[in-house]
């Protein structure tokens, strides 16, 4: 929980740092796919811990939010073990597999 918090802290400081900057507009959506490959299986573990042991509602429609938005990812980039995954995620914790 400790390292969860400076982590949060950490960011949020780089997050309102970079607020001044510049960025660059970049079309170009093909690097995505290599990226998110490499980074899918730890989204997925944060996502559904943090759904598992929070209570509160705008962290959990965060994680949602963010199972949702990964689907899209693999879906646009075929990379079907990864969405299936994300998939059965939403499905456990929106109750859609409980019969």
């Given at each position: 929980m400790k390292?969860?918090?400076r982590?949060?802290?950490l960011g949020s400081e780089a997050l309102k740092s970079s607020l001044n900057q510049n960025f660059d507009l970049?079309?170009?959506i093909d690097?995505?796919?290599p990226m998110f490959a490499s980074v899918w299986g730890a989204?997925?573990?944060v996502f559904s811990t943090l759904i598992e042991i929070y209570n509160d509602i705008e962290i959990i429609?965060?994680?949602i939010?963010?199972?949702i938005n990964s689907i899209k990812i693999c879906g646009h980039f075929s990379m079907t073990t990864e969405r299936d995954a994300f998939v059965s995620s939403l499905a456990k914790f929106t109750g859609l597999q409980s019969r």
């Open positions: 390292e969860g918090a982590i949060t802290k970049v079309n170009d690097p995505i796919g989204m997925y573990a429609d965060l994680c939010d963010g199972l």
